[in-house]
């Protein structure tokens, strides 16, 4: 047979976005400049609502929403089990202590009652992922946030274009974060975007990103003069990397199409093989972003997860895991706070017996269906 050409991610780069990057280089402003305004007005259209900063990547945008909400020592914060490193670090760097949050296997999400149950008078904020871009129910969420006093962080590092009753993850908690690595949706190399609802929130926060300048003083606008009105950081994203996300930008709604398209292929081809299942929001109200088919092995299968990558990957299909370990089995989280593997069951069978598989605007109906017929022809011969 011969061998597929099927990477889990590419990210869609043409002349448009090459030529965007080499007239940033031909001029004299390499950061911080009309490009970043233009990418950030530009993104915060696109999810219909609410004011955008850009930022240097997903997890410097959910570190400035955990400063600017003032979480630190003595605070807990819940967070998923099931999640990138990036959200727990960035919670954690502040000083708060991560509570972690079991999963549902069927959506890969944050499972609502361990959330509820694990509110205590400690409990300041809940950071919340959409996994693999399926949204969580944020109608619920901000209905338990609500009821506790808590505030809510977004963490959309998956989930461009999910939404929730029509409006767009991010806009429901204090902030949304996002990010722009290169097998995302779109891509500035690496890059991040924060939005709120709050124009005052985006306003500060864009502030505290770039040093706490103030250059709203009396006097001349002379060039280098500034004040400073408090710690900042510098999280900035440059022209460079700014100009080629407006240009992935436009390529959204075709992106979208392509992964819908794949991803309900996938889907379906997947689910009809025995003891796979695909995860997904399960309600038409809840809006993926499609980022990739999280096919679960059940039964017997599940102990085969890394032997059939390795057979999908020898074939020519690129898989990912999304992710490796629940956070607290990590090494340094383990070390730190302790980890009872029995509590968190859905978050354990998801690091430990899915698969992820590609469905983006790199592939065609045709590679969905030689994935499918590889997965079928790998779990037969188990
Ligand atoms: C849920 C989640 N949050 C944050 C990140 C980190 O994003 P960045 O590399 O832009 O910091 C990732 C990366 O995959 C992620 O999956």
Redesign the pocket.
Same mark, same amino acid.
Do not use: I
């Given at each position: 047979m011969t061998k597929l050409d099927i990477p889990f991610g590419r990210p869609w780069i043409d002349d448009a976005e090459r030529d965007a990057v080499m007239e940033v280089l031909s001029g004299h402003i390499l950061t911080h400049g009309p490009n970043c305004h233009a990418f950030e007005e530009g993104f915060a259209e696109m999810m219909g609502g609410g004011h955008a900063v850009s930022t240097s #990547? +997903?997890?410097?945008s959910?570190h400035l929403s955990w400063i600017d909400l003032g979480v630190g020592p003595g605070d807990e914060v819940l967070l998923p089990a099931m /999640?990138?490193v990036? /959200?727990a670090h960035a919670a954690t760097l502040t000083g708060a202590t991560p509570v972690f949050v079991d999963s549902e296997v069927t959506t890969g999400n944050m499972d609502l009652d361990d959330m509820a149950a694990k509110v205590t008078p400690r409990t300041k904020a809940i950071g919340i992922?959409h996994y693999a871009g399926i949204p969580i129910d944020m109608v619920k969420v901000m209905a338990l946030a609500k009821k506790h006093g808590l505030k809510v962080v977004e963490?959309c590092?998956?989930a461009v274009e999910a939404r929730v009753d029509g409006t767009h993850v991010g806009l429901f908690g204090h902030t949304g +974060?996002y #990010?722009? @690595?290169p097998v995302?949706h779109i891509t500035c190399g690496?890059?991040?975007m924060l939005v709120s609802k709050d124009p005052e929130t985006v306003k500060r926060i864009g502030e505290f990103r770039a040093f706490n300048y103030d250059r709203s003083g009396p006097g001349p606008k002379v060039p280098g003069l500034y004040d400073v009105k408090g710690l900042g950081m510098n999280y900035r994203m440059s022209e460079m990397q700014a100009a080629l996300g407006r240009v992935q930008l436009t390529r959204m709604p075709e992106i979208m199409a392509r992964r819908e398209t794949n991803f309900r292929a996938l889907q379906t081809g997947l689910n009809a093989v025995e003891g796979v299942y695909v995860l997904d929001s399960g309600e038409e109200r809840l809006k993926s972003s499609f980022y990739c088919a999280i096919a679960l092995l059940k039964g017997d299968l599940a102990p085969w997860r890394n032997d059939i990558a390795l057979a999908l990957n020898a074939r020519g299909v690129g898989t990912s895991v @999304? @992710?490796p370990h629940p956070i607290g089995r990590l090494r340094y989280y383990r070390e730190r706070f302790g980890y009872d593997a029995n509590g968190f069951r859905g978050a354990t069978a998801l690091a430990d017996h899915a698969i992820a598989l590609p469905c983006g605007p790199h592939l065609t109906i045709q590679d969905m269906a030689d994935i499918v017929a590889c997965v079928a022809e790998i779990v037969a011969a188990r």
């Open positions: #990547s +997903c997890m410097a959910l /999640t990138h990036a /959200t992922v963490d590092a998956l +974060c #990010s722009f @690595y995302k690496e890059g991040g @999304y @992710y």
